[in-house]
């Protein structure tokens, strides 16, 4: 790897410790200028904010990614800045088709800026305003104001700890005709669950029944932290038939690379393809993709991912380990095998969870932002803790005085 260029001296590094990955297996990271007005939020000083779903500074791999763009444009030279492919390089679609689990051929892939722009792609290009759109009850919630941002009608579909219940979708799609079903089956957020193989297929088999599309947000695919495989993608199971898969390098590599895909069969990414947007602009985000490119082509995506696992199974043990020792018997909670959630349901109320954790000069998700739809005289709290962006001790320590704090509040109050 060639030594980093001589950086100016941070100005402020407020927000999560930084651990520098540098000298150590994997790529290099540094955290100059975290801070507002450059990235999207900053915790107060003094705060843990165990809200936000992305990585920390000390993850980001800001050399791998500094060669990789240099490697792109001497590479590629000015074809490197010229508009892109309207579907993406070709060298990237390849590759990433022949990631699937099931490959769908570069032509079934189109290359996005991130998986909430190909949502809202879809949102338009597959719906009209006021289509319903089927969710999980307790799903994404910017995922969801993406839809609604479109005009679209989410509707929530109840389910249990492994995923959608598929007779609660049978009768909601016999009642409505959606534009399409949006599920984030592996590493759910906000709850961390994995739907299991059978439930897969039960769903697969419902929505094929009714002949509607699955759009199938996979935005957490590669961090499965605990080895093994895990059920194929949907959009796998079925030869990518009805399923519309996305993906992104957000959660894996970098948030502000805006660098997604999706998959389809190549009927559906040729209409989508035709679309304005690419027509006009081509690529949307054509260098990147090249850059990226040359990543998983040399396998250096590959080692990252290795090292990266490695470090989030470090801050999920710390998060989990003083949770689970120290909060009394009115909360549960599960060891995710992957993602970047927590998520833990109490026997007390919502607004006291928060209350205290804010106390205790910690920041914590609501779970009742995910909820389709409130439920009404619900007693129960539920609050999701993610454990990208803070290194393990500072997690282990914010652990500790959220249980100080939850244990001292009466059930139900
Ligand atoms: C389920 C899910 N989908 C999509 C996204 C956003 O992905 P991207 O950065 O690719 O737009 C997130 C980020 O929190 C997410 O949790």
Redesign the pocket.
């Known amino acids: 790897m060639s030594p980093t260029p001589a950086a100016p001296r941070p100005r402020a590094a407020p927000g999560p410790p930084v651990s520098p990955a540098r000298g150590r297996a994997g790529p290099g990271s540094h955290a100059l200028r975290w801070e507002a007005g450059v990235v999207q939020s900053v915790a107060p000083p003094g705060t843990t904010d165990l809200g936000p ?2 990585l920390g500074p000390g993850l980001l791999p800001v050399d791998l990614l500094a060669e990789a763009y240099a490697e792109a444009l001497t590479g590629y030279g000015a074809a490197a800045l010229a508009y892109g492919d309207d579907r993406g390089a070709l060298t990237l679609r390849a590759a990433l088709a022949a990631r699937q689990d099931v490959s769908c051929g570069p032509g079934g892939v189109l290359v996005t800026a ?4 190909a949502l809202h792609l879809l949102a338009t290009a597959l719906a009209r305003p006021r289509d319903a759109v089927l969710v999980e009850d307790s799903c ?1 919630d ?2 969801r104001l993406v839809l609604t941002d479109c005009g679209l009608r989410p509707y929530g579909v109840p389910g249990d700890a492994s995923g959608m219940d598929p007779q609660a979708l049978d009768a909601a799609l016999t009642r409505t005709r959606p534009a399409f079903v949006y599920l ?1 089956p592996t590493f759910h ?1 906000p709850t961390g669950r994995v739907t299991p193989l059978g439930r897969r297929r039960e769903l697969l088999a419902v929505a094929r029944r009714h002949a509607t599309t699955i759009v199938e ?1 996979d ?2 695919a590669d961090l499965r932290l605990d080895g093994g495989t895990g059920p194929p993608a949907l959009a796998c199971l079925d030869g990518h038939r009805g399923v519309i898969r ?1 993906g ?1 390098f ?2 894996s590599l970098a ?1 502000g690379l ?1 660098l ?1 895909w999706l998959t389809a069969e190549p009927a559906v990414a040729d209409r989508l393809a035709a679309h304005g947007v690419f027509q006009s602009g081509g690529c949307l985000n054509h260098t990147t993709s090249l850059a990226v490119a040359a990543l998983l082509e040399r396998g250096h995506y590959d080692r990252h991912l290795l090292w990266l696992r490695e470090r989030l199974r470090e801050r999920r043990d710390a998060l989990v380990d003083v949770l689970a020792a120290r909060l009394d018997g009115g909360f549960a909670l599960d060891r995710p095998a992957g993602g970047l959630f927590v998520w833990v349901r109490a026997d007390r109320r919502e607004a006291g969870l928060l209350a205290a954790a804010r106390r205790a000069d910690v920041l914590v998700a609501a779970g009742s932002r995910f909820a389709a739809a409130p439920v009404p005289g619900s007693t129960a709290g539920a609050v999701r803790l993610a454990y990208g962006l803070n290194g393990p001790d500072e997690l282990a320590a914010a652990a500790e005085r959220l249980a100080e704090v939850w244990n001292t509040i009466p059930p139900e109050t």
Not at 114 to 117: A, I, N, P
């Open positions: 779903g992305y991130g998986t909430s722009q994404y910017l995922g984030n957020n947000d935005a957490y996305l992104t957000s959660k948030p805006r997604g």
